[in-house]
Nanobody, 128 residues
Framework: QVQLVESGGGLVQPGGSLRLSCTSSGFTFNYNTIGWFRQAPGKEREGVSCISYRDNITYYADSVKGRFAISRDNAKRTVYLQMNSLKPEDTAVYYC?????????????????????WGQGTQVTVSS
């Protein structure tokens, strides 16, 4: 049974930082591209950042470039999203998702290639 569990969300002031974690089980982690997506109230789900299963190729949405960093630890079956310089517009539920053997990470982040599995999400609220 595939499981993706997000953690690390919370309330933070503008300019602050959070690190999200996505721990996984039930699939061959080393063969899977993992992505972070978010959905704000009244908006469509959008890709934030994705990391490939091969060569750790990364992709970032323009809105988070230079502020967010994605990484993966295959031994721990975990993907991280370090979020710095947070803005109120980053407020959303953040989800991790995965699909096997995706080499073109941009396609998954742009949801052209749909992830196979999703986590339940973690709330991130940026507010003073």
């Amino acid at each position: 049974q595939v499981q993706l569990v997000e953690s690390g969300g919370g309330l933070v002031q503008p300019g602050g930082s959070l690190r999200l974690s996505c721990t996984s089980s039930g699939f061959t982690f080393n063969y899977n591209t993992i992505g972070w997506f978010r959905q704000a109230p009244g908006k469509e789900r959008e890709g934030v950042s994705c990391i490939s299963y091969r060569d750790n190729i990364t992709y970032y949405a323009d809105s988070v470039k230079g502020r967010f960093a994605i990484s993966r630890d295959n031994a721990k079956r975990t993907v991280y999203l370090q979020m710095n310089s947070l803005k109120p517009e980053d407020t959303a539920v953040y989800y991790c998702a995965t699909r096997s053997f995706v080499t073109a990470v941009q396609t998954m982040c742009e949801l052209t290639t749909k992830p196979q599995y999703w986590g339940q999400g973690t709330q991130v609220t940026v507010s003073s």
